[in-house]
């Protein structure tokens, strides 16, 4: 016999009536695919430090921003953000499909003394702009230094805003003719979805934008 169906969810939802954790999973299962911001730091102590993190996006081209939002850990901060806190600088590293392991690895609950980079078996390469470690193996790299740190409504989170002050590219991107549009094909993203799982890239539409008329 088959199973029955699931039950529909319960909609509308009043998300203040749902738990911490059960307001995570629903929005980290319907924003979804999110970017990844592999980041990359130097502690105080001199440790490289290497975190994955999902709530990542392009702010703005002009000034040149990206921000990450960065919890807690047990009411403490991250060690990312202690870090960035503590020199102003940090590398946002691109995953690609061939280092899915190697960030996942990284995203370790581990002692601040632990270096992510030998963990995840990855390279560090000094950033250029900034006094942050980048990873070599990632098909692109942004350095940034802190731009603005945002406290998102007294809440564990906060914003991180990154100026970026070099881009690093792998000589095996490919750029669009005419442009700086990387091809996506040749970067080969990978997606954060809900709980463990995460989306490769397999299909691509160009769709151009409606005239103005």
Request: proline residues 12%; contains cysteine.
């Amino acid at each position: 016999m088959k199973s029955p169906p699931p039950p529909p969810p319960p909609s509308p939802l009043d998300p203040q009536g749902l738990s911490d954790r059960e307001r995570y999973q629903l929005l980290t299962s319907l924003v979804v695919p999110r970017p990844i911001g592999w980041i990359s730091t130097r502690s105080p102590e001199g440790t490289p430090n290497l975190a994955p993190f999902s709530y990542f996006a392009a702010l703005s081209s002009t000034p040149f921003l990206v921000g990450a939002s960065i919890g807690a850990r047990r009411g403490q901060p991250k060690d990312t953000l202690r870090n960035i806190r503590a020199s102003g600088a940090f590398c946002v590293n691109i995953c690609s499909e061939d280092l899915l392991e190697a960030m996942n690895a990284s995203s370790a609950e581990v002692a601040a003394e632990v270096d992510e980079f030998a963990l995840a078996g990855v390279t560090p390469v000094e950033g250029e702009a900034v006094a942050a470690p980048r990873v070599a193996e990632a098909p692109a790299c942004l350095e940034c230094t802190l731009f603005r740190e945002v406290p998102l409504g007294g809440g564990a989170n906060v914003l991180v805003i990154g100026e970026v002050r070099r881009v690093h590219l792998s000589p095996r991107l490919v750029l669009l003719p005419g442009s700086f549009l990387v091809d996506p094909w040749s970067l080969k993203p990978v997606a954060r979805l809900g709980g463990d799982r995460y989306a490769l890239l397999r299909e691509i539409r160009d769709l151009p934008r409606p005239g103005v008329g």
